[in-house]
């Protein structure tokens, strides 16, 4: 699989190919940094500074859907680049999209990136949405961290009790 996050700090997007079981082994072949340019960070920090409330949503629906093809182009554009000098056979890839909002209280969020696009661009399955769909089964919209820090307690064979503290938007 070949997964894209790009965080709170909205400076660009890592990817990374896994390979794995999906269960309880796993191995990293590829990781690399691509940084947003300053046109599309600046529209990231615009955006983010409107969006406050859920009702902002709507108000800035056009600039967040032209802002929305634009994250997904830049997303397409990295994995076609991965795709063609690694030469890394994947089965999928893992779109997190852009968090501009997110409150799991009242189980809400909204990432930028359009999985379908994606897909189309990249001629490869997406699977995407992720925090969405944790929030509507009541997780609090980060289902893929708890589960890569069991891998990692898991392989790196730590004694229990373990606490691991994951510092977003840093």
């Known amino acids: 699989a070949l ?9 660009g997007v890592d990817a990374s190919i896994v390979k794995s079981d999906g269960d309880r082994e796993y191995s990293i072949k590829l990781d690399k940094y691509f940084e947003y340019g300053d046109e599309v960070r600046r529209k ?13 949503l709507k108000m800035h629906f056009e600039e967040i859907k032209s802002l929305e093809r634009d994250i997904t182009l830049f997303h397409a554009n990295a994995v076609n680049e991965i795709l063609q000098n690694s030469k890394i056979e994947i089965d999928l890839l893992g779109f997190h999209g852009q968090t501009i909002f997110h409150d799991p209280e009242k189980k809400i969020t909204k990432q930028l990136g359009d999985g379908n696009l ?11 949405d992720f925090r969405q769909n944790d929030l509507k089964n009541g997780g609090r919209g980060a289902p893929l961290a708890p589960i890569f820090h069991k891998l990692i307690v898991a392989k790196n064979k730590m004694p229990l009790p373990v606490i691991i503290l994951n510092i977003g938007g840093i």
């Open 3 to 11: 997964g894209l996050m790009s965080g709170t700090s909205m400076d």
């Open 44 to 56: 990231l920090l615009n955006i983010r500074e409107k969006v406050l409330i859920v009702d902002d």
């Open 118 to 128: 994606l897909s189309k661009l990249t001629k490869k399955l997406v699977i995407y």
